[in-house]
């Protein structure tokens, strides 16, 4: 009941008028679904691997996804400069918005270097495959670090630009898209290394 009330308290001080604020979660959707319905079908069917080979192909998903990724950033700003502004103490702004912010970008960073390149962006969907589960850090402290890293991203914008109410909302719904992504991309990415190591074991013998 609390959480539900802190929700509404937030969401009276939203401007939902504005299609900035729309914009904003239209591209907060289409992210993480433009790359599970590319990769799923690049499995299956290979359209990007028999266009340009599966390192190309895999290399044009992360370039758009990356693209994407900038715009969907772009349209947040937009959407928190269009609302009203809420100021802040200026010291605990800035020293919160740079922890947060900090904090964020370090786990994507880190998560990235772990994963490298092909491994960021779904390299295993084109048959680029990694000879074993990455377990080191941020990994082995968090189990989705990238996507907790650019979640943070978004609360730390919003404490910056001191638009709290619907920079939050949006990090909230962020949140959320990548929780239900990760309900399909766990499960799939599974079966795709439990197929490869079924196919290993069998060669073997």
Not at 176 to 202: C, D, G, H, Q
Request: aromatic share 16%; hydrophobic share 45%; with cysteine.
């Amino acid at each position: 009941m609390a959480k539900l009330l802190k929700f509404l308290l937030l969401a009276s001080h939203v401007d939902w008028t504005k299609g900035s604020l729309y914009a904003s979660l239209v591209s907060i959707t289409a992210s993480p679904l433009l790359w599970n319905v590319v990769a799923r079908n690049e499995y299956r069917n290979k359209t990007l691997t028999k266009c340009m080979g599966a390192h190309s192909g895999c290399t044009a998903l992360g370039v758009t996804i990356f693209v994407a990724g900038l715009y969907r950033e772009v349209l947040y700003k937009k959407a928190l400069h269009d609302q009203a502004q809420f100021h802040l103490p200026y010291g605990i702004q800035t020293v919160m918005a740079w922890i947060i912010f900090g904090i964020g970008n370090f786990l994507v960073f880190t998560s990235f270097i772990a994963l490298g390149f092909y491994g960021t962006y779904l390299g295993d969907h084109f048959g680029i495959l990694k000879e074993q589960r990455v377990t080191q850090f941020p990994f082995n402290v968090l189990d989705d670090p990238m996507y907790v890293g650019s979640t943070l991203c978004f609360v730390g914008a919003a404490l910056w630009y001191e638009r709290l109410a619907v920079g939050l909302l949006l990090s909230l719904y962020v949140a959320f898209t990548y929780y239900v992504a990760l309900k399909f991309e766990k499960p799939f990415t599974n079966m795709i290394y439990e197929n490869r190591n079924r196919s290993a074991k069998s060669k073997r013998w």
